[in-house]
Nanobody, 121 residues
Framework: QVQLVESGGGLVQAGGSLRLSCAASGRILRINDMGWYRQAPGKQRELVAGIGSSGSTNYLDSVKGRFTISRDNVRNTVYLQMNSLKPEDTAVYYC???????????????WGQGTQVTVSS
């Protein structure tokens, strides 16, 4: 089986920082794009940051300059460094990976379990 395990969420005051991690494990042949999504109560899930296999990145406009996505291809891990957090960043954050796993010939999307990030005023 293949799974993505997230960690690093929690409660922080406005202006603080958190670092989210998401490690993929299992019979993985290749990981292509990876990313972080978030979903706040009453809102749709949105892409916060993405990173391609080449290292190219893209960000939600509202987090540019504050969040940084990175990946470790040896450890099959993606990170999201979140600085200058604001109350509007409060959401459940989910990691995503486009992967080819053992026993398949095509790419599939896999999701982490979600981790709560709460930013207080």
């Amino acid at each position: 089986q293949v799974q993505l395990v997230e960690s690093g969420g929690g409660l922080v005051q406005a202006g603080g920082s958190l670092r989210l991690s998401c490690a993929a494990s299992g019979r993985i042949l290749r990981i292509n794009d990876m990313g972080w999504y978030r979903q706040a109560p009453g809102k749709q899930r949105e892409l916060v940051a993405g990173i391609g296999s080449s290292g190219s990145t893209n960000y939600l406009d509202s987090v540019k300059g504050r969040f940084t996505i990175s990946r470790d291809n040896v450890r099959n891990t993606v990170y999201l460094q979140m600085n200058s957090l604001k109350p509007e960043d409060t959401a459940v954050y989910y990691c995503n990976a486009a992967m080819i796993v053992s026993g398949t010939w095509t790419q599939g999307d896999y999701w982490g379990q979600g981790t709560q990030v709460t930013v207080s005023s």
